[in-house]
């Protein structure tokens, strides 16, 4: 059925299910210009760094969208600002037909607050060691005040605990009696307390070993299915996003390059860029598949280059890419790149074959 | 031989390291744990062999004791090491630590680590070089800047004055690789190279890793967690599980046909683009922890074809068709045992 709508989806470019989140135009901009007198002394202007620059994108209901990037592409900024942990410095964030710009105070804000809820990379960091994990789980419950009942807490909190596959006897634990995927099931049931519909996990599983990583990729499917829930995803593995997502944005220096459906983003990359990071991938069936050489590194996203920010990576840059920022366009299979090489139609198989070749 | 340093591609294919019933062993106030159990190997001259693992396998503390580099209280307990038939694990510290230099080179996951951020790259390259050989100051700068460029840093002849700080992340991990080259090593030991970077710097970087160790004839021991990297890479792998070897062999025969459950289990764990699979293959559990190992197969309390010999006696590495396996599924020579088990 999902697979089905997801299909169809991609044939019309829309989803038929409602967007539950929706990105629109958003920035941050974080200044990080030297002191005032320094700059005074040196003559210089403040120095903003774009983290992330004009990024918009829907998330349907119970479908999961990942954002792949390398480091410093912002993907992990995003995610702070969808749960807003950041204001934006533009553009906004409307979460079921509601825009959180325009909730000013927390009282206006709580309704929201528990229905998002956030999953962070390090499970080692994220869980308090003080305390006790039954406590741990019960603190949203407690902070949004959805129960004060000391037995209906002590209930609610084993039923979380079972439902990411631990016992509700764990609850008595502390922390450090857990190994890394055990806490990653902690921190899930933290998350999960407060009923959300909505979880954004930054590199849920990057700090975990593969095959404790597959147990949790599992456990979020099943989540996910059980309790409908939509997930943002933030990885910089593209094999695991492949795995999880309905829909892939791959971002690049504060900026989507490309997005729409994860199979044809996967299945027929059209960016230079998605084309790069899908051909870094190791070829763990060694079937010594053709790719085009990787070459460079991002550069500092302080500075980025002019135009498109990809143009000195790029194989098929051309005077306009370093000019001009390429406006989104629509692919053939419905999703959106932002690419002058393709809206000239430059980028022919041939072409393509020819980089390809160069190796 | 053992005494040639000036070294040309030998004609034949020998075993340059040989590692044989290691033990390291950390003595605690609540008995000794045994971090690498008994396990042996061997690397050829030339050869990159994988060892891979989840942590906790003991596949760095393996390393760390083939340089002699255990944190005390951590120590061999058992077993020799042999670099080109001389052992080194009983060696004192100064004639380890020239051996060290000069025929192992040695690769580290965290770039900034290895490398002394008040020193300039140059400063550190030319120290390197001469205190393991005779060149004088200028000689020597000059195979700094070669070998900057060998590792494909642009103007090496302008960087080379400047500090680790001044690069990045992929930049810096070309500097220690141009650091563990310096004197023409014979083994190069590299514990998780590209774990700390980027997926496309990771590619350059596992091309650069190749090419080099192929160029300059050197034995690559590439420990790491990632089996992609494995594949890309080397031209035999060793998986290492609770301090053992579980499965060794030539690493499309370990990759495509697996034959210790837990290589099966951990191949099938990792997601790969293109594979349309609702669930990725979920070994229960985890890894245990060195004061839990159980006895028998350490891996018999997660293996789903566990049987009642898997419980009680430890299996040993035999040869399987091309790869030896550490499994009771298994007879020496044979194939997989017919039965119930199978």
């Keep these: 059925m999902a697979d089905a709508a997801v299909a169809q989806a991609a044939r019309s470019g829309t989803d038929d299910v409602r967007p539950l989140v929706r990105v629109e135009g958003l920035a941050k901009h974080f200044d990080v210009s030297p002191p005032w007198l320094t700059r005074v002394l040196r003559h210089e202007d403040r120095t903003l760094v774009r983290a992330v620059d004009g990024v918009s994108f829907d998330i349907p209901a119970g479908r999961t969208f990942s954002l792949v990037g390398e480091s410093g592409c912002g993907k992990s900024t995003v995610a702070r600002l969808v749960v807003g942990l950041y204001n934006p410095t533009a553009g906004e964030v409307e979460f079921d037909g509601v825009s959180m710009a325009n909730l000013k105070s927390r009282r206006e804000m709580a309704p929201i607050r528990k229905r998002l809820q956030m999953i962070f990379q390090d499970p080692y960091a994220s869980l308090n060691p003080r305390w006790r994990v039954a406590d741990i789980v019960a603190e949203p419950l407690r902070a949004h005040g959805l129960m004060t009942d000391r037995r209906a807490i002590q209930k609610r909190v084993g039923e979380l605990l079972e439902l990411v596959r631990l016992s509700a006897r764990d609850g008595e634990k502390f922390p450090h009696e857990f190994s890394g995927g055990q806490r990653q099931r902690i921190s899930i049931a933290r998350a999960l307390a407060s009923n959300p519909e909505f979880l954004v996990c930054d590199e849920p599983t990057s700090a975990l070993d593969v095959s404790v990583q597959a147990q949790i990729l599992n456990l979020m499917k099943d989540l996910q299915r059980e309790l409908g829930l939509t997930y943002l995803f933030i990885s910089h593995d593209l094999a695991v996003v492949y795995h999880i997502s309905d829909y892939v944005g791959v971002m690049y220096l504060g900026r989507l390059v490309e997005w729409g459906t994860a199979r044809d983003i996967f299945r027929r990359p059209q960016h230079p860029y998605t084309r790069m990071l899908l051909d870094a991938i190791p070829d763990l069936e060694m079937s010594g598949r053709q790719r085009i050489p990787v070459a460079g590194e991002v550069p500092s996203p302080i500075h980025p280059p002019s135009g498109c920010h990809f143009h000195p990576r790029c194989p098929f840059a051309n005077e306009r890419c370093k000019a001009e920022e390429p406006k989104a366009i629509a692919t053939p299979a419905g999703g959106k790149v932002r690419c002058h090489a393709i809206e000239e139609g430059r980028l022919t198989e041939e072409v393509v074959q020819h980089a390809l070749g160069r190796d | ?342």
């Design chain 2, 1 to 342: 031989m053992a005494e040639n340093t000036t070294r040309e591609k030998p004609a034949r294919k020998g075993a340059l390291l040989e590692v044989e019933n290691l033990r390291v062993e950390f003595p605690t106030r609540r008995g000794t744990l045994t971090a690498v159990d008994d396990i042996s190997f061997h690397i050829d001259e030339g050869e990159v062999l994988g060892v891979v693992g989840e942590s906790g396998a003991g596949k760095s503390m393996t390393g760390t004791a083939i340089i002699g580099l255990l944190e005390p209280p951590g120590r061999i307990a058992g077993g020799e090491i042999r670099l080109d038939g001389r052992r080194i694990d009983n060696l004192p510290y100064e004639k380890l630590r020239r051996i060290r230099g000069r025929e192992i080179g040695m690769v580290f996951q965290d770039p900034l680590t290895s490398l002394n951020p008040l020193y300039t790259v140059g400063h550190q390259l030319i120290e390197t070089i001469q205190t393991h050989t005779d060149m004088s100051e200028s000689q020597a700068r000059r195979r700094a800047i070669d070998l900057l460029a060998e590792v494909g840093i642009p103007a090496p002849e302008r960087r080379i004055d400047q500090y680790p700080h001044q690069f990045s992340g992929g930049m810096r991990q070309r500097v220690v690789i141009a650091l563990a080259l310096c004197v023409n090593p014979r083994l190069v030991i590299a514990d998780e190279p590209t774990t700390a970077l980027d997926v496309s710097i990771q590619a350059q970087i596992i091309k650069l890793l190749k090419k080099l160790c192929s160029e300059h004839g050197a034995a690559v021991m590439l420990i790491t967690h990632d089996m992609g990297v494995i594949a890309e890479t080397a031209d035999r792998v060793a998986v290492m599980y609770s301090g053992r070897i579980a499965e060794v062999g030539p690493v499309r025969e370990v990759i495509r046909n697996a034959k210790h459950p837990y290589t099966h289990g951990l191949m099938g764990s990792i997601p790969m683009v293109g594979h349309d699979l609702d669930r990725l293959t979920q070994i229960e559990g985890s890894m245990p922890r060195l004061t839990e190992i159980p006895t028998g197969c350490p891996f018999n309390p997660r293996c789903p074809k566990v049987f009642e010999r898997c419980r009680h006696e430890r299996p040993e590495l035999i040869a399987v068709e091309d790869t030896r396996v550490a499994c009771w599924l298994y007879e020496e020579g044979e194939q997989r045992r017919t039965g119930s088990h199978g």
